[in-house]
Every structure is written in C-alpha cells, then in structure tokens.
T-cell receptor, first 114, second 114 residues
Framework: DQQVKQNSPSLSVQEGRISILNCDYT??????FLWYKKYPAEGPTFLIS?????DKNEDGRFTVFLNKSAKHLSLHIVPSQPGDSAVYFC?????????????FGKGTKLSVKP | NAGVTQTPKFQVLKTGQSMTLQCAQD?????MYWYRQDPGMGLRLIYY???????DKGEVPNGYNVSRLNKREFSLRLESAAPSQTSVYFC?????????????FGNGTRLTVT
C-alpha cells in the first residue's frame, strides 16, 4: 500500500506559468516532507523541504504547501522555466527519517514548454 | 569535491552471477544508504548504515548484502543476481542522524540481469 502518492505521472506547463505538483500521504506519523528533482541519468537532488509544524516554506521560485488535515502537500514553481523539466519526487519521513529512511512517491514528470 | 560517487555506471549480469556495487562519499557524512528505483516507481530503501560499523535493513533487503568498509565507503553485494533485481541503484548519504537533513545521492548504477 502506497504511503506517498503522486497521482499525476506527468504535467506539461508553458514557460513563465505556474507549475503545481501534488502529493498525498496516508501515514499520520510523517512529520517531515521533501521534494527531490531528478534529471535523466543523474541522481535525485534535494529541492525543498517542510516540517509538519509549518504550512508553507519558500525558496526562490519554489514554494511547498502542507495541509496536514488533508494529508496533502504541493510544490509550486513560479515562474516555470524550461530547465525545470525533470521528474519530481515527493518524499516523507517519520521520526526514523532522521536516518534517511524516506518513503518516496512514484514521481511526476514535468515538462516546461518554451 | 565529488560528493557521492558510484561505480560502475552500467552493468549487465546473467542470472546467478554475483557483483558488488561500490559507493564512496567525500563529504565526511556519517550515514549512508542504498536505494533502488524501478520504472514507474519511487525509490525504495534496501539497506542503510547509520554510522561506521553498523548496518540495517530497509524496505526491500532480500537478495542483497552490504558492507560499510569505512566512513567513506558503503558497498552493496548481489550474491546471486535475479531478473527481479534489474533496476537503477542509488547510493546516498547524509551528514548525521538525529536531525532531519536531506539525502545527497550519487548518479546511480543501472543494472540489468538477463
């Protein structure tokens, strides 16, 4: 049973517009959430994270929103750029996650069209 | 500063053959991890080493063994490869346990078992 779900396998957005990637989770013990970005033939790279004590975290063009009651988080990219085209993985952890035991979603492939 | 280095980048094995995937990090990180990624799937934890001298099973440990050779190096061994082990393998590390910190990934080893 998937504990972290990314229900959209792919998303296509025009350059300059907003990209919204969604993630749902089922385990109420998760207290830390991360987004990773992955280009082909490379390893995932950390993008942004949020603790369960917050509902928003912003870093430049990237903002993550957390709705604990709905067990839902989203990643907003504004404005989207062609270089943002990649697979985005949502990941979550509970108190064990401090040891790197992350639960990953299946990923969403974002394509930003020029 | 290379980060996390994995060798080899590609490998093809016949069923029943053995091999060791190598991983080294030069960031003086304490904890190291092995994940696998299958098509259309998120990353799943195979084994991890919270600190030098310790190893623990992750979500999908069957068919694998690991060795934390020293602080820098963490190897993954397949004793008798099976087609179900065809996957991309990622090694990762974090600075320390006890706090939430993002994983740093290598660029992966693409393994095919025929």
């Amino acid at each position: 049973d998937q504990q972290v779900k990314q229900n959209s396998p792919s998303l296509s957005v025009q350059e300059g517009r907003i990209s919204i990637l969604n993630c749902d989770y089922t385990n109420s013990m998760f207290d830390y959430f991360l987004w990773y970005k992955k280009y082909p033939a490379e390893g995932p790279t950390f993008l942004i994270s949020i603790s369960s004590i917050k509902d928003k975290n912003e870093d430049g063009r990237f903002t993550v929103f957390l709705n604990k009651s709905a067990k839902h988080l989203s990643l907003h990219i504004v404005p989207s750029q062609p270089g943002d085209s990649a697979v985005y993985f949502c990941a979550a952890s509970d108190e064990r996650g401090s040891q790197g035991n992350l639960i990953f979603g299946k990923g969403t492939k974002l394509s930003v069209k020029p | 500063n290379a980060g996390v280095t994995q060798t080899p980048k590609f490998q093809v094995l016949k069923t029943g053959q053995s091999m060791t995937l190598q991983c080294a990090q030069d960031m003086n990180h304490n904890s190291m991890y092995w994940y696998r990624q299958d098509p259309g799937m998120g990353l799943r934890l195979i084994y991890y080493s919270a600190s030098e001298g310790t190893t623990d099973k992750g979500e999908v440990p069957n068919g694998y063994n690991v060795s934390r050779l020293n602080k820098r190096e963490f190897s993954l061994r397949l004793e008798s490869a099976a087609p179900s082990q065809t996957s991309v393998y990622f090694c990762a590390s974090i600075r320390m346990t006890g706090i939430h910190s993002p994983l740093h990934f290598g660029n992966g080893t693409r393994l095919t078992v025929t």
